[in-house]
């Protein structure tokens, strides 16, 4: 069964920082592209960042300089390390992972709410 956990989500003032994680199980964790979407309320979900164990990686625009995707292969864990948070960036994340190798599955976490507000 394939499970990702996601954690650290909360309420953060703007110019603060959160870190999220998701670690994964059920999967081999190298055959797949690991990420954050997020998705505010009346808006479709975007991807925020994902990254490949090769350090492959995307990222959005706006989060560019503020946020930082890394991922720790022997703890089969991805984490969102998200710096001078704006109120724009409240929405909830999702941990997501993309099967790119030996399939095309596709999973997703059950979201974690991140809350910028003075």
């Known amino acids: 069964q394939v499970q990702l956990v996601e954690s650290g989500g909360g309420m953060v003032q703007p110019g603060g920082s959160l870190r999220l994680s998701c670690v994964a199980s059920?999967?081999?964790?190298?055959?797949?592209?690991m990420g954050w979407y997020r998705q505010a309320p009346g808006k479709q979900r975007e991807l925020v960042a994902d990254?490949?164990?090769?350090?492959?990686?995307d990222m959005l625009d706006s989060v560019k300089g503020r946020f930082t995707i890394w991922r720790d292969d022997y703890k089969n864990t991805v984490y969102l390390e998200m710096n001078n948070v704006k109120p724009e960036d409240t929405a909830v994340y999702y941990c997501?992972?993309?099967?790119?190798?030996?399939?095309?599955?596709?999973?997703w976490g059950q979201g974690t709410q991140v809350v910028v507000s003075s």
């Open positions: 059920g999967i081999t964790y190298t055959y797949y592209r």
């Open positions: 990254l490949t164990s090769g350090n492959e990686s």
């Open positions: 997501n992972a993309r099967q790119f190798y030996l399939g095309s599955a596709v999973y």
